[in-house]
């Protein structure tokens, strides 16, 4: 089983619409979460970090569940500029911060 | 300029070669790692170096693989005996310490024949 999990998608949505990106992760003694963006042939930039609290940013909102080792993210009123890979990040203290990428989900957002 | 240079952009090399792939920090993180990525994958960690000891090799697929970063700047990640199955895009990060957002260069493409 991979440490952290994620629906490969594609998720293929119109302009305007919202979606949701869940994953998984597995090992507890995790302690930071992120969401990081990658364009195609392009290096992965971060989006934002995850909160207990939850915490949004414009259009984008990122939820981490510590109890259920889940974390997600929403992207309300898409644009074409969405158009992306998002992974899934875990980092975990082993002496350092080791950290961990799921296999991303693909999004497509059409006109 | 000030980003994460990885060279060379694109390596062709011939199975059974040697190969070496250099990362340049940003200055001033301490933080360097080293990701594989293949087509449609996440990045697959191999090692995390705090300063100039490496803090976690456990994602080294075998003992072909080696990194060093002697003076806690510069790394350089060496293949050794390459196979086809090690052609992949290899990417390095640099941050400070537990701020968790990674810098990432813009990779090493190693396509071996």
């Known amino acids: 089983r991979k440490e952290v999990e994620q629906d490969p998608g594609p998720f293929n949505v119109p302009e305007g619409a919202t979606v949701a990106f869940n994953c998984t992760y597995s090992n507890s003694a995790s302690q930071s979460f992120f969401w990081y963006r990658q364009d195609c042939r392009k290096e992965p930039k971060l989006l934002m970090s995850?909160?207990?609290s939850g915490n949004e940013d414009g259009r984008f909102t990122a939820q981490l569940n510590r109890a259920s080792q889940y974390i997600s993210l929403l992207i309300r009123d898409s644009k074409l500029s969405d158009s992306a890979t998002y992974l899934c990040?875990?980092?975990?203290?082993?002496?350092?911060?080791?950290?961990?990428f799921g296999a991303g989900t693909r999004l497509f957002v059409k006109a | 300029g000030a980003g994460v240079s990885q060279t060379p952009s694109n390596k062709v090399t011939e199975k059974g070669k040697y190969v070496e792939l250099r990362c340049d920090p940003i200055s001033g993180h301490t933080a360097l790692y080293w990701y594989r990525q293949s087509l449609g994958q996440g990045p697959e960690f191999l090692i995390y170096f705090q300063g100039t000891g490496a803090a976690d090799d456990s994602g080294l697929p075998n003992d072909r693989f080696f990194a060093v970063r002697p003076e806690g700047s510069v790394s350089t990640l060496k293949i050794q005996r390459t196979e086809r199955g090690d052609s992949a895009v290899y990417l390095c990060?640099?941050?400070?310490?537990?701020?968790?957002?990674?810098?990432f260069g813009e990779g090493s493409r190693l396509t071996v024949l």
């Open positions: 990040v875990v980092s975990r203290n082993t002496g350092g911060f080791k950290t961990i």
């Open positions: 990060a640099s941050s400070f310490p537990g701020t968790g957002e990674l810098f």
């Open positions: 995850v909160y207990s």
